[in-house]
């Protein structure tokens, strides 16, 4: 059986080894028991009680019109409708998922979280709520300083910041966010961090690899030193048609065995690659 999602790390292994310490922190045990279960759950096809992890999209919505995301295409424009979660909708999943024993929530999916009015408020609840492990993904062009260290003090536990190749090609994808701008908010948090000394939320740094395969060192070197982990995706072409997916024989998706989807809408997603809610 072949397992595989693509990613791959830049960052060393003893530094993949430091990020997830710094991950399970204040949770150890519970965290290593999480990874056991997210690796061989799915070889063993196992999904278990009630899932290991919930992602809650808490906005559809972007700020951004990335042109490899499916995001931009005319399929998702026609079938998901920019909106965010209702709080209390928020609250009653939490509460479910808290009440089930899931290690982690991912508070983002398909949009940019930081684009809801309460997203400190909606990772606060969760915290609070006694779910181990809170997550989100962001572009970072609104996630501000001052947001930033109420996240700290709230403690949650890991950020990804998609952040795609370097000085013209970042501010050509990503518009309209600048490079430098975003290279100095990045160590504006390895600030606070420090300052509060703290070692959450940990940060990860990944972009499509389409963006930095020319010289990855140079990316790797910048974002090593001001982040906890570095790494990269393949880049999918999301107008491909039906005919044109390559299958790996003797694959499973693992996403299955693994988490589960809830839109901003409130309807459960097929999986996390349902981007068009089929």
Not at 158 to 163: D, L
Request: charge should be neutral.
């Amino acid at each position: 059986m072949q397992i595989n999602k693509g990613q791959f790390k830049i960052s060393s292994w003893s530094e993949r080894m430091r990020f997830n310490f710094r991950r399970g922190q204040g949770h150890l045990l519970a965290y290593i028991a999480n990874r056991f279960r997210w690796y061989y759950y799915p070889r063993l096809r196992y999904a278990g009680r009630f899932p290991n992890h919930v992602d809650l999209e808490t906005s559809s919505a972007c700020d951004m019109r990335c042109p490899m995301c499916y995001t931009v295409t005319s399929e998702f424009k026609k079938l998901v409708r920019p909106k965010v979660m209702d709080f209390n909708l928020f609250k009653r999943l939490v509460d479910e998922c808290a009440a089930n024993g899931v290690y982690s929530i991912r508070v983002s999916l398909r949009g940019e979280p930081f684009l809801h009015p309460r997203i400190v408020d909606m990772i606060r609840y969760a915290k609070e709520s006694g779910i181990p492990e809170v997550a989100s993904l962001t572009n970072m062009l609104k996630l501000t300083p001052e947001s930033f260290e109420e996240l700290v003090d709230i403690g949650m536990d890991w950020i990804t910041v998609s952040f795609d190749g370097m000085d013209e090609t970042y501010e050509r994808i990503r518009k309209p966010a600048k490079f430098d701008e975003a290279v100095e908010k990045l160590r504006e948090f390895k600030r606070i961090k420090e300052c509060k000394g703290s070692l959450k939320p940990v940060i990860k740094v990944q972009s499509v690899w389409t963006y930095i395969k020319d010289d990855p060192q140079a990316f790797y070197d910048l974002f090593g030193p001001i982040v906890d982990e570095v790494a990269s995706n393949p880049e999918i072409d999301f107008n491909r048609e039906e005919g044109e997916f390559e299958y790996i024989e003797n694959f499973t998706c693992p996403t299955l065995w693994q988490r589960f989807v809830i839109g901003a809408d409130g309807r459960v997603l097929m999986c996390i690659n349902d981007e068009y809610t089929k």
